[in-house]
């Protein structure tokens, strides 16, 4: 399947230059690339959620599933439980995933279900136009605080390293080749691959230029170092002026949920017999 089939007749609506075009673009590379090594592009499902993220599925001609608000990673769990065969792709926004669905990407971590989940990281409810969300910094003023929020922001990234996450990294939608490599790292990874892509809201809460001016790619990072990842996941907490590392953050290897969970299923047939046994020994 080339670049041209990938697309879809869907009129895209978001706002002239979003960071969501990055995006897009970047998963259609790695899908073009990756399609043939998952046994054709019918192997992989895309999941999203609720926002202006959540369209991405719209302009992908790829299997789809649109969940409610923060239920991206349970749907994303349950296609991958069902058939292990599957490459299984969840899109989320940051109030989608950090706020909302924050108790499923903590348990999908622990468990370490073999699934990627991308999210589009604007800090910003943007469909709503403009509430504050768990990355939002202090005293971000919106629709919702005129005067400023009175919470410090959720770092993601380091509740994902506490949760057992297996891969985590961080991308920038002004970072196209980074952002195309960090992906199809997370989606060739074995586990729970997050990876937080600082998407900019244009209309809402532009940040590009701040952005431009700190992040950077650490060189001699050891993402297989639990330590330097905690290091350099708490080097920006989403509310300071630090250095904003971008890239694989950490990378390690942990058994799959799929192992026991599907080492407990059970066929048709022998479901039948163990149901006829348990019958005949208690009536």
Known sequence: MGARELGTSAVNTWCKGCGNFAILNAVRTVLEAIGEERGGMENIVLVSGIG???????????NSFYAIHGRVAPVAEG??????????IGFAGDGDSYGEGLEHLVFAAKRNVDITMIIHNNRVYGLTTGQYTPTSPLGFKGKSTPRGTKEPPLNPLELMLASGASFIARGYSNRMDLLKQTLREAIAHRGFALVDVLQVCVTFYNLYMDYNKRVYQPEGHDAGGHEAAFHKIREWDYNSQAPIALGTLYRC???????????????????????????????
């Open 52 to 62: 202006c993220h959540a369209k991405i599925v719209d302009y992908l001609n790829v």
């Open 253 to 283: 290897e942990r058994p799959l949920f799929e192992g026991p969970a599907r080492s407990e299923e059970m066929t048709l047939p022998v479901r039948a017999a163990r149901i006829s046994s348990l019958l005949k020994e208690r009536i």
């Open 79 to 88: 296609i991958k439980l069902a058939n292990q065969n599957l490459t299984v």
